[in-house]
């Protein structure tokens, strides 16, 4: 089991400190969330499931791969995902760059978690249409691949359309991981990505889902890798991890902290318990 670090519930404040850490301690991922504004108009900003905000409006907030392009200049080992990146809420030539620039940096350690999104108070600031961000997303991840690993790339689709252009240098192999849960993020998943992000699970609530996942990825050529990557806050200690292993999970996003100021020592203690070998 690989285990991955949460910089968006701590501080950003010790984001540096916590991934050198996570480095040093044998931590495999170090995750980065997103936003790119927050209007301050709440009517937008329900959270699913909840009747309550999501956001904060004086939250800070941070360019996800320009802040992940530092991280990699502290560290050697650990690889620097985003959980997720709104990659349809720029032109794909922008997340897309960010990205390649982000795994150049890092000598191949970028992870391009990606999202349709849930609040629409940032794309409507954007002037960008919140109902069609799925499609969005869709035809972006084709586009970034194709700049990614084709020599010329001409593209006209429902939302971007260009001639010929030049994407250099093209990275290492860049992995999109598709978050969220519903039916269409599940599919794109599936279909055109290289794994998937849940939400915040136990081992019992992520059943469905997973259920869901291998109904699609039935369809899915076996040549083409896919990983399981799981929020799981809850752990009950070393002998869970099996239970996720026994699920096909291939990655726990875990948080052995409560507050800000115990995550270095609950790090540690945490990479102790599980053996996690760092130097």
Known sequence: MRFGVPLGLVHPGIWRDLTVEADRLGFESVWMPEHLVFATDLSTATYPGTDRPGIVPSTPLFDAPAYLCALAAATERVRLGTAVHLFALRHPFVSARAFATLDHVSGGRAIAGVGAGWYAGEWDAAGIDFASRGRRLDEAIDVARR?????????????????????????????????????????????????????????????????????????????????????????????????????????????????????????????????????
């Open 147 to 279: 700049l990614w690993t084709e020599d010329v790339v001409e593209h006209h689709g429902e939302f971007y359309d260009f001639d010929e252009v030049t994407f250099e240098p093209r990275p290492h192999g860049i992995p999109i991981l598709a978050g969220g849960e519903s039916p269409a993020a599940l599919r794109r998943a599936a279909t055109r990505c290289d794994g998937w992000i849940s939400m915040p699970h136990t081992v019992e609530s992520i059943r469905p889902q997973l259920d869901r996942l291998r109904r699609l990825l039935a369809e899915r050529p076996h040549d083409r890798p896919f990983e399981i990557t799981v929020h799981a806050y809850e752990l009950s200690g070393p002998d869970e991890v099996g239970a996720w292993a026994a699920l096909g999970v291939d990655r726990l996003i875990v948080r052995p902290w409560t507050r800000t100021g115990q995550a270095l020592g609950a790090l540690k203690r945490f990479a102790e318990q599980y053996e996690l070998g760092g130097r």
